[in-house]
């Protein structure tokens, strides 16, 4: 899954006054009962018993240029060198936190501001080397010059709530030095925490425009075979796919797909004439995909290993959807292979404890076929090529290459031959989200390999699949990185839309095949991942607003990667369910709960504030009296929004809400729930109308499904844009 480096956006900036700190409401100041007051650690000089352990940095205690109400202040100016910190330690015992929730201080960016700084805490008088966030996300931005800001972060961020506190440090981000800053009044914050002021926004439905229709497939994901038999069994990660609302699940596995064989691995045994299993005896065969499933109310799409023949890719066909009664012959394949019936196969996976066909109606040839290896793809293959596929060319993918024995079939082949048994599945090409031009075959767009594809499939060519992740070096970890994130979708899938309808336009005569981006997430190489950016709450708001921008823009199909992957070294991973610690719900899997419940049309809506930095929603129509309102706050600060619907007044509804306490979160809850039900039963909260419209406050860093009930019915309007032709799931 390499992806070079693409779309990188300005970083944006959303800066907040001091003067905006000072407009707290009392109830956000509000100490509860047997809440212990601040416990102030430095204004104007350090309390507590702390002392300065501070290395590679310039630290003055006594700096003039103080917080109001102040006269002195810490300035630190970081040296370059060895990521220098401000570092404050209480040898003589740690200070109880049980009853404080956050760690606040204001920051003064100096004469220069905009410095990129770590902060970090934790127990004893050793450096707190596990627990850093990046300030600009407790800051709205880095530190800004000649102004003074307050960070306040929560504990539970900082790994310490709840326990001890020894040590805090301000480390430097950079190894290069930094220009001057100043910290004052920092404190830990006894009770509940302060929040900014709230935005305020208007937001319109149009439950009369025109609906567009959402294809199913939109909520889709990938498992990997290499997860293993035992895992695919485990009630837990039923449990939880099943309540993810997930839809299709892509199989058996990225790249492996290219070299799964599918008869040997289902036989744990390499079976003569067919391709071989490397994996035989623990890996997932055909029948644990069947039974995973049937398990999750889930339905399945297949790639098929294009290494192979098309008979053999017939074969599976027969044994996923055939009847056991289906004496249709497939005959003898290219490289003299004698693959039977359709009912043989059908038999097999009958015998192998699933009688009833299954019906799988989507099918892909090959994966990411345009990165083959050199060695066997051939001339057009780039050096770093990492696919075991027999060529890099496009036209040779979808026509076919060689005679006789070393004859390799195509796209083509392998679909006339696939729809031969069952002429209801759809079987989708590679394509690539850069198509390229003819005068410009390079490394960025695997030498035209898009529009070869295109032009030589032609009509036959069901559906048009990329892998269109969001960056291969990844955005830094910090304020500006997560701005760029956060607004990469507002144009990712509309550039892409545009890049292939118009090649669409320009190589394959006009007609454009439905989009399929059959796998994406943020990053394209975890191992790239360091900060665990894929892991953390600024995936789930992308992951959410990309699922709207795909669905706004007319893609057919769209399966994040992956389910459960397996973490990389850097503790990084893809995955919605991580398989090393009981499957636990990574931010970005409770996306899927609610877009599940969004309704099968999107309407028309707009909203007063930025969808890129702020504020982006999407309206739909759950039936005809209930519309849905999905909105995603990327911003630190509550939104209040006046809700209002074209033709029929609001009448309350309900709220379904997954929130983060940061946009470097590792968890969230969800329905106010931090380990909800495995069936995701916790109620959602109601939401209450005021006269023809409703209010209602968006939480920072959230994800919110609103159900609107309207006063009166409203006439479904006329329907536009069909994606993929229909699917029927279950039998053939």
Known sequence: MLRRLMWMLSAIGIAVSLSACALMTAQALR??????????????????????????????????????????????????????????????????????????????????????????????????????????????????????????????????????????????????????????????????????????????????????????????????????????????????????????????????????????????????????????????????????????????????????????????????????????????????????????????????????????????FGNEVYGGKPATGGAQCLAWGWEDVWTCDGTEYVNGKGSDAARHEGYLEFRAAMRAVDPTILVGAV???????????????????????????????????????????????????????????STHWASIRRALDDAFDAHAGGRRAPVAATEFNLISVQDQDNAQLMTRAVNALFLADSIGQAIKHGYAMLNQWDLVNGRASNGAEYALLHEDNGFFRAPQYYVYPLWARFGAEMLPVTGTLDAATQLSVYAGRVNTTTLSLLAINKSAAP???????????????????????????????????SDPSDALTEPPTSVLANGDAVTHEFAPWSITLLHLALDQRVAPPPVFRLHLPAVQRGAP
Request: include cysteine; hydrophobic fraction near 45%.
């Open 431 to 489: 394509g690539y989200e850069e198509p390229g031009t003819p005068a410009v075959p390079d490394w960025t767009n695997f030498n035209n390999w898009g529009i070869e594809v295109m032009a030589a499939a032609g009509d036959a060519l069901d559906f048009y699949s990329i892998h269109p992740y969001a960056y291969f070096e990844p955005p830094p970890n910090n304020a500006a990185g997560h701005a760029t994130i956060l607004a990469q979708p």
């Open 31 to 364: 100490l509860e009962p047997d809440q212990p007051p601040d416990k102030v650690i430095y204004d104007d000089a350090m309390a507590l018993s702390f002392q300065n352990w501070s290395f590679d940095a310039a630290v003055d205690f006594a700096a003039t240029t103080a917080y109001s109400g102040s006269e002195r202040a810490i300035g630190v100016t970081f040296q370059p060198g060895n990521w220098g910190a401000l570092w404050l330690v209480r040898p003589g015992g740690d200070l109880d936190l049980t009853g404080y929730t956050a760690l606040r201080f204001a920051a003064h960016g100096g004469s220069v501001g905009g410095q990129s700084i770590f902060v970090r805490a934790g127990a004893g008088a050793v450096f707190p080397a596990q627990s850093e966030v990046d300030l600009a996300d407790f800051l709205a931005g880095e530190p800004t010059a000649d102004e003074w800001r307050i960070a306040t972060i929560p504990l539970a961020e900082l790994g310490v709530a709840g326990g001890s506190l020894g040590s805090i440090a301000l480390q430097s981000a950079v190894s290069s030095g930094q220009p001057t800053f100043f910290i004052d009044d920092l404190r830990l914050v006894g009770g509940a925490m302060p929040i900014q002021e709230p935005l305020n926004a208007a937001i319109h439905i149009d439950a009369t425009g025109p609906a567009q229709p959402i294809p199913p497939e939109m909520l889709g994901s990938n498992l990997p075979a290499w997860l293993g038999r035992n895992r695919f069994r485990d009630a837990t990660l039923r449990a939880r796919t099943a309540a993810s609302g997930l839809t299709v699940l892509r199989m058996p596995g990225g790249s492996w797909s290219n070299s799964y064989a599918w008869l040997s691995c289902e036989q744990d045994r390499d079976i003569d004439g067919a391709l071989p299993c490397p994996w035989k005896g623990w890996v997932a065969r055909p029948t644990d995909f069947i039974d995973f499933l049937q398990a999750t109310n889930t339905t399945g799409m297949w790639v098929v290993n294009p290494n192979g023949t098309a008979l053999e890719a017939a074969a599976v066909v027969a044994f996923f959807n055939g009847a056991v009664d289906d004496d249709r012959v497939l005959g003898v394949d290219i490289r003299g292979t004698n693959w039977y019936t359709v009912g043989h196969w059908a038999q097999l996976r009958a015998a192998h404890g699933n009688p009833e066909p299954v019906g799988i109606k989507l099918w892909e």
């Open 639 to 673: 939104v209040t929004a006046t809700i209002t619907a074209e033709s029929g007044a609001l009448n309350g509804g309900a709220a379904y809400v997954v929130q983060a306490a940061s946009l470097t979160a590792q968890s969230v809850s969800y329905n106010g729930s």
